[in-house]
T-cell receptor, first 112, second 113 residues
């Protein structure tokens, strides 16, 4: 079974700190990775996509991909209480397939 | 900014009844998806739809489920005879061709009693 794994948390960080969220995946053929944010009772909201090894920055968010280690991470700088949500890692597991496979999500709590 | 919309936001139904969940994808998008999320669990893929036909489906998407694009804007998911375990949030998503970025609608919360 091809999986995307995340620590469920909660991850608690103080306001202004860096939050680091991690995700591993089992399928070496996976090419595309996504981070979604989901507030309680709401739908997933796309934060970032990453396709190549290395870092990709967008504002306070940085996604990191290491295909050799099958590892994706999301860093949130200057964390705000409004960042408190569940962060979902998702992957397109096979080339040509379009179905996203989601991890179970990591709940982030930013303490004011 | 264009958004995926879904109706209804909530639906309560009796076991064995048929339900139709509706979605209006973003207008220039060509790939459409249904996902579901049972309370406290992962988001799970159900089906994808392109060029007026199903392109992929999961093992969850059995004969009780069907999808349709009845006109140029709506995309529907029908559950023929609902079961208690169909209670979940159902999300529609759409994607512009070859962009590999799926945008989700707000969801329909389905409760089967």
């Amino acid at each position: 079974q091809k999986e995307v794994e995340q620590n469920s948390g909660p991850l608690s960080v103080p306001e202004g700190a860096i939050a680091s969220l991690n995700c591993t995946y089992s399928d070496r053929g996976s090419q595309s990775f996504f981070w979604y944010r989901q507030y309680s009772g709401k739908s997933p909201e796309l934060i970032m996509s990453i396709y190549s090894n290395g870092d990709k920055e967008d504002g306070r968010f940085t996604a990191q991909l290491n295909k050799a280690s099958q590892y994706v991470s999301l860093l949130i700088r200057d964390s705000q209480p409004s960042d408190s949500a569940t962060y979902l890692c998702a992957a397109l597991l096979d080339t040509g397939r379009r179905a996203l496979t989601f991890g179970s999500g990591t709940r982030l709590q930013v303490q004011p | 900014e264009p958004e995926v919309t879904q109706t209804p936001s909530h639906q309560v139904t009796q076991m064995g009844q048929e339900v139709i969940l509706r979605c209006v994808p973003i207008s220039n998008h060509l790939y459409f998806y249904w996902y579901r999320q049972i309370l406290g669990q992962k988001v799970e893929f159900l089906v994808s739809f392109y060029n007026n036909e199903i392109s992929e489906k999961s093992e969850i998407f059995d004969d009780q489920f069907s999808v349709e694009r009845p006109d140029g804007s709506n995309f529907t998911l029908k559950i023929r005879s609902t079961k208690l375990e169909d209670s979940a949030m159902y999300f529609c998503a759409s994607e512009r061709i070859l962009q590999e970025t799926q945008y989700f609608g707000p969801g329909t919360r389905l409760l089967v009693l």
